[in-house]
């Protein structure tokens, strides 16, 4: 066998970032990043009010208080959208709502809240009793979170909602993104019926296409096709033969039996590995005669997730040029202990206990533990607890290195 390490290492190293393509800011969610954006525009374009209130010169309103209030005459009125740009001489205001630019002539933005009348008597003079923090007061200043040229994301950023409103905040209307991987979906066996149909005797529901395809979509990857083979090799062989994905993944047929299409169809082209990981100990990986790069995962449902989180999943976001590759990791206690295989690294499809709001905790998603068939248990996994090879059993309370799924 050799480390999950060495064999990743393998993998990443062939996985190159796609060429970019330019798609309007609109259409950029769920891509990444090809080149650095810049901000075409400043924000705030403009110094604008935070507050509904008064544009006033701070001079005017200095030591105001309730028992002393400063009146000032209302010149003017400046709502949100406004063109207007009032004079503010010395004992007067202009009327101002929140995100209205600020006069010129003004330094400070007196609340509503801070005068007599407030909203209701704002017209005439105005009251302010108290006095504002300092000068430039409740005033967003031009340019204070990003100016033009300034760079709004670097590349490799995944654009979520959060990122493309900045860039559109930020002037900009389109950007260069990584191509999404074109990615092919096999699962193997004669066994597998398709989902919703009732199985014959020894028969069972294919749920790792659909499985693969969802974490494939997940991973900002495109679907170009979701199809089941027969243990033919053939049957593979010319599915491989018609397509021009980026990238295949199959399931099943990859081990040491005697109906192994995968193996069959793919020995000498791409190379065929046991890996120390539980589960998914048999691997295929290389690059098919099309350029597409190729995975081949066990066929059981847990190994088919396990492996394409630690081994496909951190490729097809290099494809996209992404500048972090794998999830973050947490350290939780154990809430109770499990077994642990000998001289493999461990993936246990875990559950997070929070009876505990301070003190989070990890068990197993099943009772049956990190059995590779326990396809039911996925449904309640929320992550993955991570036991280096070296450890020879868990204990509860022990601290254990937990990936979490979104």
Not at 62 to 74: F, K, M, Q, S, W
Not at 79 to 84: F, V, Y
Not at 264 to 274: M, R
Request: proline letters at 9%; hydrophobic letters at 45%.
């Amino acid at each position: 066998m050799i480390a999950v390490e060495e064999y990743t290492g393998r993998v990443m190293a062939d996985a190159q970032p796609l060429p970019a393509e330019a798609v309007p800011v609109s259409d950029a969610r769920g891509r990444t990043l090809a080149e650095p954006a810049i901000a075409r525009l400043e924000i705030p374009r403009f110094d604008n009010s935070a507050m509904d209130g008064f544009a006033v010169r701070f001079a005017d309103v200095a030591g105001a208080t309730e028992a002393d209030p400063v009146a000032l005459r209302v010149t003017a009125d400046v709502p949100a959208g406004s063109t207007l740009d009032p004079a503010i001489a010395p004992g007067t205001a202009a009327r101002i709502m929140t995100g209205a630019p600020v006069p010129a002539g003004a330094d400070t933005v007196s609340p509503f809240e801070g005068t007599v009348g407030g909203l209701a008597d704002s017209l005439g003079t105005a009251l302010v009793w108290q006095e504002p923090r300092a000068v430039g007061a409740h005033v967003r200043r031009r340019g204070e979170d990003l100016k033009v040229g300034d760079e709004v994301l670097p590349a490799g950023t995944p654009l979520g909602p959060l990122q493309v409103a900045a860039l559109v905040a930020a002037g900009i209307a389109e950007v260069r993104v990584a191509r999404r991987p074109r990615v092919l979906v096999a699962s193997t066996g004669s066994e597998l019926v398709a989902p919703g149909e009732a199985p014959g005797p020894g028969q069972i529901p294919d749920s790792n296409s659909t499985l693969l395809a969802l974490l494939v979509a997940d991973a900002g990857a495109e679907v170009v096709g979701c199809a089941r083979v027969d243990d033919d090799p053939v049957t593979l062989t010319r599915l491989l033969a018609a397509t021009d994905a980026d990238v295949v993944i199959t399931s099943g047929g990859v081990s040491a039996g005697a109906f192994e299409p995968v193996r069959q169809a793919l020995e000498g082209t791409v190379s065929f590995e046991k890996v120390a990981m539980q589960p998914g100990k048999p691997q295929a990986f290389g690059r098919l005669p099309s350029g597409a790069l190729f995975f081949g995962l066990p066929g059981n449902p847990v190994s088919v997730a396990v492996s394409f989180e630690v081994i496909v999943r951190p490729a097809l976001l290099a494809l996209q040029g992404r500048g972090e590759v794998h999830r973050p990791t947490l350290r939780l206690p154990a809430a109770c202990g499990w077994r642990t295989p000998d001289g493999r690294s461990q993936y246990l499809p875990i559950a997070v206990d929070r009876d505990d709001p301070a003190r989070w905790a990890v068990r197993p998603a099943t009772a049956g533990g990190s059995g590779s068939h326990l396809a039911g248990g996925l449904g309640r996994a929320e992550g993955y607890a991570i036991v280096p090879a070296d450890v020879a059993a868990v204990e509860a309370g022990d601290p254990i290195e937990v990936i979490l799924i979104p």
